[in-house]
């Protein structure tokens, strides 16, 4: 079985968020870039318990975006990984999925697993849109994972319990809490992590559906705003006009 | 042209999410004077009329106990037919379990252009929608275009 974990290059999450030219861009000035921690601790770590127990034969890696993110990928080979792709390119989901999705169709892989989301655009949406470009079966948010044969037995969380599921592979997840508990790369994982094949391949073509028009950064915590009992006009005013949520 | 809203049954009752997803699905019909269609699997009347209420002009009921089985390859089928039928522009799901599994596939099948996780209702900007969702964790919001229909 040949399993591909696509991963993502996510800001820190202690990092101090700002946007530069004029609020449309993300600004990566002193900023610590990582491996996407959804994509690490539970896609690629159940990935190399899978392998480790005989079950995988190779885990490659898949990261589409720009040479500045080869010390995340070779953090997922210092945990592990076998090898790596770069597709260099950048773009919303979509156009990440297609270009996994396109890579995996001319290499085939039995296995796909993605991180639940990016800490970063929060959109839990990669792992779908590559199922529906290879029209593969596709179980969102597993919390657990087991291979027999082409036969994959999965749990996931759903309204009021828990759904066990199975599949047939070719596959594709999305890993969620539960799946794998975090690994700390050791010594020996750090030095052959140097010298793992990472092979380049140019984007294809560019479809963005979406893009960016301005970021805002949140509003902290407001005050605690005190109404009337007796007042519930102005309570479904605010409502309405301040909370926005009737 | 018409809203198509995706709409789940749970335990027997239409799921909140589902009917606010219905009333999101209408506002976005009063900016573009376009009417709501939602799509009800396997609901009986009493479930159809809740939906009808929340907002939705046309209300395609299916019934297939498949469907049921939350197989998100079905489901994708499903509202891709309706879509297609329906000359759908815009479609709307929960950002829950099944919206997260099906809208993501579907916007593959598309190819259309996906915003997950909206938080505000959308702006409509010449052909494009702009729609407003949480980035970086809470700690930012983005305004995005989407660029197709």
């Given amino acids: 079985m040949k399993i591909l974990v696509p991963i993502s290059n996510v800001p820190d999450t202690t990092s101090k968020i700002s946007f530069a030219n004029n609020d449309t861009e993300f600004n990566k000035s002193g900023i610590t870039f990582i491996l996407n921690p959804y994509d690490e601790w539970y896609a690629l770590v159940r990935a190399m318990e899978l392998k480790e127990s005989g079950k995988a034969e190779k885990v490659t890696l898949i990261h589409v975006g720009l040479a500045d993110s080869e010390p995340t990928i070779r953090k997922g080979f210092a945990l ?46 990669v792992g779908a849109l590559i199922a529906g470009f290879l029209d593969y079966p596709f179980v969102s948010l597993a919390t657990k994972l087991d291979v027999e044969g082409t036969t994959a037995t999965l749990e996931q969380d759903i309204d009021g319990g828990t759904q066990i599921v199975e599949a047939q592979l070719p596959l594709v997840i999305s890993c969620a809490k539960g799946m794998a508990e975090q690994r700390i790369p050791n010594m020996k994982g750090i030095m052959a992590a140097r010298t793992k094949p990472l092979t380049i391949v140019a984007a294809g073509q560019n479809n963005n559906f979406t893009n960016v028009k301005s970021f805002a950064l949140s509003a902290g915590r407001t005050t605690c705003k005190m109404i009337d009992e007796n007042n519930m006009d102005e309570l479904v005013q605010l409502l309405h006009t301040e909370a926005k949520v009737i | 042209m018409s809203i198509l809203v995706y709409t789940e049954i749970n335990k027997g009752k239409v799921k909140k999410a589902s009917l606010e997803a219905v009333n999101y699905a209408s506002k ?122």
Avoid: H, W
């Avoid at chain 1, 770069?86 to 290499?107: L, M, T």
């Avoid at chain 2, 009063?30 to 709501?36: D, H, L, N, Y």
């Avoid at chain 2, 891709?80 to 829950?96: P, R, Y």
């Fill in chain 1, 80 to 125: 592990g990984a076998d090898d790596g792709v770069r597709i260099d390119g950048e773009g919303d989901a979509y156009f990440v999925a297609e270009q996994v999705s396109n890579y995996a169709k001319e290499n085939g892989y039995d296995l796909i697993m993605a991180g639940k989301e990016t800490i970063n655009y929060n959109g839990s949406s």
């Fill in chain 2, 28 to 149: 976005i019909a009063e900016i573009t004077g376009a009417s709501v269609t939602a799509i009800a699997i396997n609901a009986d009347a009493s479930q159809i009329e809740e939906i009808g209420k929340a907002g939705a002009k046309k209300i395609l009921s299916i019934k297939n106990e498949e469907l049921t089985s939350l197989d998100n390859s079905l489901l994708t089928a499903a509202v891709e037919q309706a879509a297609k039928t329906e000359n759908a522009k815009v479609i709307i799901f929960s950002f829950d379990l099944v919206g997260k599994a099906v809208a993501p596939r579907l916007s593959a099948k598309l190819k259309a252009g996906l915003v997950a996780g909206a938080v505000d209702y959308p702006v409509v900007n010449g052909a494009s929608l702009e729609v407003k969702k949480n980035v970086f964790s809470g700690k930012a919001t983005a305004i995005y275009s989407i660029n197709t229909s």
